[in-house]
């Protein structure tokens, strides 16, 4: 079948499946870590409460004052200028291009691994928030007052940027297939088609509004921002406790829907070529015997499944969301789905680890060499680095295989931390909260174990 | 407490199906395209890889096909000499191998080396240097056995007799055969009399190989027709540090390459490239045809 995610058009090169014995250790550790975990829970919560430390307040000014806004903003916006321009006027071929590497690896991947250990990075370079403010700025100074928005539909939260982070990984996964490969200059377009979207929420919704509801790039890499250790309040850069500030993530509604649509899109991507490629096939079949085109009935056999994985996810979190219900005592469901949403960004991030880790490590060689020095692939050597390639020796199937397990294990025991944390809240009697924690840690014994069974497939 | 144990007995039964699950799926690596209900086989025919300069515009197809319990098997070619003799032969092994084809086949191993004990096909190309024919046998080729048909000059045309199990078009009698291009063999003597190997049609030759690997001489060989592997994509596993070697055999021109380790090579039209190097990078790497963009052969290269 001709079946060509970006990953492989961009790399030469795929992980070996993780062999049995290293699966099955994987699985013991998860499941001897879980009950020590129940066993050993403390019975106050520890995420909950907020443990920041200001920084120096010079680091602060330098960081986070006006020239640095100003310096970071105009720097994003001339990297998506270039991969725009990459796109449209470089070459067609995938791996030569800088856009496709630098949209789909260096941001799409990079942000989320960065923002996990050191905080929400990405709202400073964040060209499209950068272009709004800039706006709002000369609107103001013209029209000598702010800029009027509607009122956001609060109802809708962040289900905008849930189902704008399926359409992502729809173009990154699903698009390149029946043959035909995602160019560059069809991303280019695209980013061109979001950036107009984009700027219109902002001017319809106000700009920091749209970053935390709608705008799929905040509030995705803002999700794993969460995670990392360093934070802003007042214009003052602090230390905070890792995890600490996931708990009040989830306070605006769909968020869940984009933490499971984060797990699900990871999940079909790493199945639709191993466990789910034969039902695929299938029902391409009928699809294209029906009279569908080739091409066509190939992506809707794959968006099929990608729904069909988000509604698996979303099933999953569902059955343990009722599951704490009945534990006497429990909040309302929806109290509950929008208060555990956060425990699963740990395991998003370890699927997002496990399954694209080794890309990453070996595509950026391709984005900080060749890439930057001819970024159309038109013969260019504009650092001196064109020449050079990918060292596909510098780690080891082993290393990769072992990085991937343990990102499970810790993403596991990191989503039982703060679920166990979160349970301490509803329910005051700590042993309440405990039983109510067998359900959430069958939800993610399933996410865990199914992230290693899904490495564990032959692929291809 | 009953709770816990519930649970515990839960989680069991839960990873003990995912372990299940994750072992079931191990051994689905089968990536052989779609099968075909006929029975029929279809190869076409290309130059083999020392045939004379002329060769390589031969071209056509050979058909195997078996019909209660007995096999036919008919080729049509173009782009011979004109008016020529020629022979084909049914043989066990793939195109691709060294000597093209391996040994004839044969019904009875080890038997008569004529018809009906194996299948010839005789013909002598027209004016425009085409020619067909036919063989039928009433006994079935078993599945696998019929590797690919090889085509040659007749060099025995003249002391032709009438076989049995095949339909010759014509008899005519020509005696100005080139014979500079006749390098081995003996007239006489029916293995080597017809030598002048000139174009092969792959059968079932692939699937042969990789029964008996012996017969390729322990090195797998892609067959690529029509811009496709003909037994779909090549899965090859190597640890970290052997030889990682196959031969690609195309009848169009490429150029193969292999990612990740960054080999390239050309392949003429119906010739045969062999690759050989050491398995010093870990992972699963593609090994493409590159002007068409068609994967050939996946690469795992295990620790």
């Known amino acids: 079948m001709n079946y060509l995610p970006l990953a492989h058009a961009l790399s030469a090169r795929e992980d070996l499946p993780v062999p049995a014995w290293l699966f099955a250790w994987g699985a013991s550790i998860v499941l001897i870590v879980s009950f020590f975990a129940l066993a050993a829970g403390w019975r106050s919560p520890r995420f909950e409460q907020r443990h920041e430390r200001p920084l120096g307040a010079g680091l602060s000014r330098a960081l986070l004052g006006l020239p640095a806004q100003i310096v970071c903003g105009l720097l994003g916006v001339f990297l998506l200028g270039v991969a725009i321009y990459a796109g449209l006027e470089g070459t067609v071929a995938p791996d030569r291009n800088f856009a496709l590497t630098f949209l789909f690896v260096t941001c799409w991947l990079g942000f989320p691994f960065f923002s996990a250990i050191l905080g929400d990075v990405f709202r400073p370079f964040n060209p499209w928030r950068a272009i709004g403010r800039a706006a709002g700025a000369g609107f103001q100074a013209i029209a000598g007052q702010r800029p009027a928005h509607l009122a956001y539909p609060e109802r809708l939260g962040r289900w905008p940027a849930a189902i704008g982070l399926l359409a992502v990984v729809w173009l990154e996964v699903i698009y390149g297939s029946g043959g035909v490969v995602l160019e560059p200059e069809t991303a280019a377009v695209a980013a061109l088609v979001y950036s107009v979207y984009t700027l219109a929420m902002m001017a319809a919704f106000g700009v920091e509004e749209w970053c935390d509801r709608g705008e799929v790039f905040s509030v995705y890499f803002g999700m794993f921002g969460r995670l990392g250790i360093f934070g802003t309040r007042d214009g003052r850069l602090e230390r905070r406790r890792p995890f600490s500030a996931a708990t009040g993530w989830a306070t605006v509604p769909g968020s869940a829907a984009v933490v499971i649509a984060s797990i699900a899109t990871t999940s079909f991507d790493g199945a639709s070529e191993g466990a789910i490629q034969d039902p695929i096939e299938t029902v391409y079949e009928w699809l294209a015997d029906a009279g569908i085109g080739l091409t066509a009935s190939l992506r809707l056999s794959e968006t099929l499944f990608m729904l069909l994985c988000f509604a698996a996810v979303a099933l999953v979190y569902t059955l343990g969301v009722r599951g704490m219900r009945t534990v006497p005592g429990a909040p309302s469901l929806s109290t509950l789905r929008a208060g555990f949403a956060h425990t699963l960004i740990p395991i998003a991030l370890a699927y997002l680890v496990a399954h694209y880790f080794s890309l990453f490590v070996f595509q950026e060689q391709a984005q900080f060499t060749y890439l930057l020095s001819d970024p159309l692939g038109t013969g260019a050597d504009l650092f001196g680095t064109a020449g050079a390639g990918v060292d596909y020796n510098v780690i080891s199937a082993n290393t990769i295989w072992y990085v991937q397990v343990a990102s499970l294990v810790v993403g596991h025991v990191m989503g039982l931390m703060l679920a166990h944390d979160r349970a301490l809240v509803y329910w005051s009697d700590y042993r309440k909260a405990t039983a109510s924690q067998y359900w959430m840690l069958a939800v993610m014994v399933a996410f865990t174990c199914f992230g290693l069974y899904l490495l564990s497939v032959a692929n291809g | ?303």
């Open chain 2, 1 to 303: 407490m009953k709770d816990v144990r519930k649970l515990t007995v839960a989680l069991f039964v839960l990873v003990a199906a995912v372990a299940l699950v994750a072992c079931g799926g191990g051994d689905d690596s089968t990536t052989g395209t779609a099968g075909e209900e006929s029975q029929a086989v279809r190869g076409k025919f290309a130059a083999v890889a020392d045939a004379p300069a002329a060769a390589s515009k031969v071209t056509g197809e050979a058909e195997l096909e078996r019909t209660n319990g007995g096999t036919t098997v008919s080729i049509s070619v173009s782009g011979l000499e004109p008016k020529t003799p020629y022979i084909a032969h049914l043989h066990t092994g793939g195109c691709g191998q060294a000597e093209p084809g391996g040994p004839h086949f044969q019904f009875q191993k080890g038997g008569s080396e004529e018809p009906p004990n194996e299948i010839h096909l005789r013909f002598t190309s027209d004016a425009a240097g085409e020619g067909e024919a036919t063989a039928s046998s009433k006994r079935e080729v078993p599945p696998g056995e019929a590797g690919s048909v090889v085509l040659h000059v007749d060099e025995s045309h003249h002391e032709m007799t009438s076989y049995g199990a095949h339909e010759s078009e014509t008899v005519f009698v020509h005696e100005g055969v080139d014979h500079s291009k006749e390098g081995k063999g003996h007239e006489g003597e029916p293995q080597h009399a017809h030598s002048d190997k000139i174009a092969c049609a792959e059968l079932e030759g692939m699937a042969a190989t990789e029964d008996d690997p012996q017969a390729a001489g322990d090195v797998p060989t892609i067959v690529v027709r029509d811009g496709e592997p003909v037994d779909g994509i090549a899965e090859l596993e190597y640890s970290a540090g052997d030889e990682i070697r196959f031969r690609v055999t195309s009848d169009a021109a490429e150029e193969i390459h292999v990612h990740g380790y960054d080999l390239a090579k050309d392949v003429p039209a119906g010739g045969t490239v062999e690759f050989a190097f050491p398995a010093d990078l870990e992972g699963i790497y593609e090994a493409e045809l590159e002007q068409l963009g068609i994967q050939i052969a996946e690469l795992r290269v295990n620790p």
